[in-house]
């Protein structure tokens, strides 16, 4: 049983699907790509049981069959080889895998590939067809807003709220939290799921541009397929916190600011601020705002004023700036404006002008401040 | 045997300390460190506010059957008391010996006080407790003369403050410190370049800080009692007997120390712990009692604009077995959340179904900052109250506003 294929368009494949290839699994078997050749048709999968990825690629094969290969000895050899056809050949009974490139020989040992986990099964699903563009900035504006904190599993993915004719990302670490919703997209009813953010970030990574998507998903998993290849992403079943209930809805204290000037402004400012909380306060006034920072330890400190619109009373409110320069340094509109509505309640990032078919907000709680 | 050369061992540590280092500029020039040291500090203070004390053997201490002595007047250290023996004790030795509680904000005061004289004039001062300074007064022998200068600082602060100060003056904070110990009390001694080795041989090695029990009962019985045995023992044997503190013990037997005098020192840790008057089994009263010390540190935290990131609990069981357990957590100087974590803590700790003698609450791995609020689960009312209740304590003092589980602990 063997095959021939190009060494870069395998590697591309592998690259892919080593995602999912996680370094120390809890079976020995997931250190595996599985090949399985059908009709001229080379599938290779990946799984770390909460993410499993597949890409297919037309090769020439002598017969139908599949195998495990390890996949790290696999990826380097591949990796370390020229654009040039090479030959995969499989020992039917022993597993054994030779690679023939124009330079030699290799030979690694493979896997029985029924020990390989099964497929999770597509039944039960709803399908909804979304732009991967949309599909990758709906990713890119929330994933860095999901939490780490493994006691809260809900919160460690993004939310997936799919209704009717719109789908709403949420993520959040109850320290920020960002809402982006895309119109324009036909379901055929409304559900929510939680997608683990590793998974996402991979999937993330390897969208390609202006392609269709699908998401297909039932109660247990998400299988999102694009081109030749597929993502299938266990969800995460736990409950996701009311996000709705504590967006703020009489926030009144409006600032208007250019993002770029107040971004900037923010990195040099948290040069001066401690290292590890970040906290810079913001000093609001009469269309003036006054951004300032101190590390009581190095006797650092720092502050600027920048131009703005602002007409709310006048507070003084603090804020992680790392949180701040994130949530600013995703956002594509230049005009924004930040409401508030006192120094211990959450502040609003929205843009002035939301961009066609899209909504995003967010949000950021403030820093507690005593005198 | 090794032979000590000061100017070789300079060089030596000249070539091999970093040269921006702090060390390497005072091995340039002859330092002088001058050690001032308040005498059995909370008694002077006693005697001050009540002449009737004057010349009477005083205690200051827990008054409670398990209370220990926090200072004692030299009149009772006549009768063989020291501080940190257990009143009971120190009671038995002098019966007639008067006990007082103590007041920690007035000695604060004094000690503020002692500060303010010795701030405005040392041109470095570092204060390593409530009764201790260390001012480095390195390079101003030409011009004003050291020991002279010191003798005039203190007779103003005895003056200014009317409290007895002892110091000593010397090469070094190890050999200045040692110098006070030995010219007490209200007395003053130098130790002049050179000489430190004179000075410190004949003398126990009990007298150098950082030698406590432990050290010396295992010096003891190699036998050695005298500094001057000690500087004999070949560094490495020492580094074999007691590791890295080796090699200190050797260079602290030389009367060699060359760490600065640091102005300021950061606050590394909070902690507050409490022994019971009798040992106990209560568990709520012992969960009030910490959830009360955490209500108290949590505020200083706030008020000091710190935040928290290790927080430990430790147990004392009557056989004085001593158990700590700590946790890593998010940074915070939320009482609500604290708490909760103190309490898990404790159940966690406490498996033993044995009578406890003293409990504590620790926090440690501060950084400046204020409380990031959580969106789900603060809620706004209880970020106003905290915020009133800070304001109230700050403004009418600490005890006037606690929860009412707190109310039980008060003695």
Redesign the interface.
């Known amino acids: 049983m063997k095959f021939e294929v190009s060494a870069t368009e395998l590697l591309k494949k592998l690259q892919v699907v080593h995602g999912a290839v996680s370094s120390n699994p809890v079976l020995p078997i997931l250190e595996d790509f599985l090949f399985g050749i059908k009709k001229n048709t080379l599938t290779i999968r990946s799984t770390n049981l909460e993410t499993t990825i597949i890409s297919k690629l037309a090769v020439v094969a002598d017969s139908n069959f599949s195998v495990a290969i390890p996949a790290t000895i696999l990826l380097n050899t591949i990796k370390s080889l020229p654009e040039h056809p090479i030959t995969i050949s499989v020992d039917e009974e022993t597993y054994g895998v030779t690679i023939k490139s124009q330079y030699g020989k290799y030979k690694l040992s493979g896997d029985k590939p029924e020990d390989f986990p099964k497929l999770p099964e597509r039944d039960n699903t709803n399908e909804i067809v979304i732009n991967s563009s949309s599909l990758a900035n709906g990713l890119t504006h929330t994933l860095f807003a999901t939490s780490n904190d493994e006691l809260r599993i809900a919160m460690t993915g993004v939310l997936f709220q799919i209704d009717y004719n719109k789908i709403i990302f949420v993520a959040?670490d109850?320290?920020k939290?960002v809402k982006y919703s895309i119109g324009n997209i036909e379901s055929e009813e409304s559900s929510s799921i939680i997608v683990p953010k590793k998974g996402l970030s991979l999937l993330k990574n390897a969208l390609p541009d202006d392609e269709e998507v699908t998401l297909a998903y039932n109660q247990k998993n998400i299988f999102i397929d694009f081109k030749d290849t597929s993502y299938i992403l266990r969800l995460i079943d736990a409950k996701y916190?009311d996000y709705n209930a504590?967006i703020p809805v009489d926030n009144n204290n409006v600032l208007s600011i250019g993002r770029s000037d107040f971004l900037s402004s923010l990195r040099r400012i948290a040069i001066y601020a401690?290292k590890?909380?970040n906290?810079v306060v913001l000093n609001l006034g009469d269309n003036s705002l006054n951004i300032s920072a101190k590390?009581?330890?190095f006797s650092n400190e720092a502050n600027e004023d920048i131009s703005c619109e602002y007409g709310g009373e006048t507070m003084q409110i603090?804020f992680?700036a790392k949180f701040l320069i994130e949530m600013l340094g995703v956002l594509k509109p230049e005009e924004i404006q930040i409401e508030m509505s006192n120094p211990?309640?959450?502040g609003i990032i929205v843009p002035v002008e939301q961009i066609e078919n899209e909504n995003l907000l967010m949000?950021i709680?403030?820093?507690?401040?005593?005198h | 045997m090794v032979v000590y050369n000061p100017q070789i061992y300079r060089k030596y540590r000249l070539y091999l300390s970093n040269y921006s280092s702090i060390f390497t500029i005072y091995i340039l020039y002859d330092r002088a460190v001058l050690h001032l040291d308040l005498d059995s500090f909370f008694v002077s203070v006693e005697c001050l506010k009540n002449s009737d004390f004057l010349g009477k053997p005083l205690l200051i201490g827990g008054t409670s059957a398990r209370g220990v002595v926090a200072s004692c007047s030299y009149e009772a250290r006549r009768f063989g008391i020291h501080s940190a023996m257990p009143m009971k004790m120190a009671l038995r030795l002098c019966p007639d010996a008067l006990v007082i509680r103590g007041d920690m904000d007035s000695y604060s005061k004094y000690s503020g006080l002692v500060t303010d004289i010795i701030a405005e004039e040392a041109p470095k001062y570092e204060k390593s407790s409530i009764d201790e300074f260390y001012l480095d007064l390195s390079g101003m022998d030409k011009y004003f003369g050291c020991f002279k200068w010191s003798k005039e600082l203190r007779q103003k602060v005895i003056k200014e403050s009317g409290l007895p100060i002892s110091f000593g003056l010397s090469v070094n904070k190890l050999v200045s410190k040692i110098g006070t110990g030995e010219s007490k009390p209200n007395g003053e001694h130098q130790v002049q370049r050179g000489t430190e080795k004179q000075f410190l041989f004949p003398l126990s090695v009990k007298k150098i800080p950082g030698i406590g029990k432990v050290t010396y009962k295992k010096l003891s019985f190699m036998g050695v009692r005298k500094i001057e045995t000690l500087s004999n023992i070949p560094i490495r044997l020492l580094e074999r007997e007691f590791g890295k503190h080796g090699k200190i013990l050797w260079e602290k037997s030389h009367g060699i120390d060359e760490s600065p005098v640091v102005p300021y020192h950061e606050q590394k840790s909070m902690s507050k712990e409490r022994t019971f008057k009798e040992d106990t089994l209560d568990l709520n009263h012992m969960k009030n009692m910490l959830i009360k010390m955490v209500d108290d540190l949590a505020f200083d935290l706030r008020e000091d604009q710190k935040l928290t990131s290790t927080v430990t609990v430790k147990i004392r069981y009557a056989d004085f077995n001593t158990y700590t357990k700590q946790r890593r957590i998010p940074y915070t100087s939320n009482d609500q959340l604290l708490i909760k974590h103190i309490l898990e803590i404790f159940e966690k700790v406490y498996d033993r179904r044995q009578l406890i003698r003293l409990i504590g609450v620790k926090f440690s791995g501060l950084v400046s900052g204020s409380y990031q609020i959580s969106l789900f689960d603060d809620t706004e009312k209880e970020i106003r109250l905290m915020e009133q209740r800070d304001w109230i304590k700050r403004r009418f003092g600490q005890d006037k506003i606690m929860r009412a589980s707190s109310l039980k602990t008060k003695r």
């Open positions: 959040t109850a320290h939290l916190p504590v401690n590890t909380t906290q590390d009581l330890d603090g992680n211990t309640r959450a949000l709680m403030p820093v507690m401040r005593s």
